[in-house]
C-alpha cells in the first residue's frame, strides 16, 4: 500500500534540513550531473533540485542517484503526471514543483516520493494544508513578497513550514532562515551558467561553501 501524505511529508523533512540550503540545478550536459553534484557535496550542500527543464535532467538525476550516493537528489519543475512517472523511474528521491494543480495532486498520490508543492498565497498555502502538505515551497519568493509576506504567514498559518525560492541569494538567505516557518531555502545561485558552462567545478564549491556557511544559525 502507498505511504500517507503525511509520511511522505515525515520523509521530506530531514531532506531539506540537510544543508539548509537546496541546490536548484539545471543541468545541459549529463557529463556534468557527477562533477556538480560532488562539487556541491564538497560545500556542505547535499540536496540537490534537478529541473526538469532539460533533456539531460533525468539522466542526470539517474547519473547523481548511482553516482553520488551522498547527495539526495530530486526532480524539480515537476508539473505532470509524465513528470511524476519519468523522475520516480531515473530515481529522485523528492519532488518539487512551483505550485499544484489538481491533476498533479492526484498523480503525487499514487507516487511513493515526497513531494514540495508550490504556493504563492494563503488561499494556495491553505488548500495544499488541507490536503496534508504541512511543508510547502514559497515561490516565486521574492516577486511574491519576500520576507515580510512569508513572516505574515507565521502567525495565522503557524504549521506550515516553507521553503523559499526565487530570487534568493547567498546575501539574503539568512534573512529568509531566521523566520519561524522557514524551513530552508532554495536557488540557482549555487551553479550559474557560465560557471557550468566552464565546468570550474572549484567555484561551485566555493558557492556551496559560502552558502552554508552563511546559513549557521
Ligand atoms: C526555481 O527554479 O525554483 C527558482 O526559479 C529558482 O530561482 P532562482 O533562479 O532565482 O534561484
Redesign the pocket.
Known amino acids: 500500500m502507498n505511504s500517507t501524505v503525511q509520511q511522505r511529508q515525515d520523509r521530506l523533512e530531514p531532506m531539506l534540513r540537510l544543508a539548509p540550503v537546496i541546490a ?1 540545478v539545471t543541468i545541459d550536459d549529463v557529463n556534468h550531473a557527477m562533477p556538480l553534484a560532488k562539487s556541491l557535496l564538497e560545500g556542505g550542500v547535499r540536496a540537490i533540485e534537478v ?1 526538469l527543464r532539460t533533456s539531460a535532467a533525468l539522466a542526470s538525476i539517474e547519473a547523481i542517484r548511482g553516482g553520488v550516493p551522498d547527495a539526495s537528489v530530486g526532480a ?2 515537476v508539473l505532470t503526471p509524465a513528470d511524476v512517472t519519468a523522475s520516480e523511474n531515473a530515481g529522485a528521491l523528492f519532488f518539487v514543483s ?1 505550485g499544484s494543480s489538481p491533476l498533479l495532486i492526484d498523480a503525487m498520490g499514487k507516487s511513493d516520493v515526497p513531494w514540495l508543492p508550490g504556493a504563492a498565497s494563503a488561499s494556495e498555502a491553505m488548500a495544499l494544508f488541507e490536503r496534508g502538505y504541512r511543508l510547502q515551497k514559497f ?2 519568493a521574492e516577486p511574491a513578497g519576500g520576507v515580510d509576506f512569508l513572516r505574515s504567514l507565521a502567525a495565522p498559518l503557524p504549521k506550515i513550514k516553507f521553503c523559499p ?4 541569494r547567498a546575501q539574503t538567505m539568512a534573512i529568509y532562515l531566521e523566520l519561524p516557518n522557514v524551513i530552508c531555502v ?4 549555487l551553479s550559474p551558467a557560465n560557471v557550468m558552462r566552464d565546468k570550474d567545478w572549484k567555484a561551485i564549491t566555493a558557492l556551496a561553501r559560502a552558502a552554508t556557511a552563511g546559513s549557521q544559525r
Open positions: 536548484i529541473t524539480g519543475t512551483p515561490f516565486p525560492t526565487g530570487g534568493i532554495g536557488g540557482s545561485w
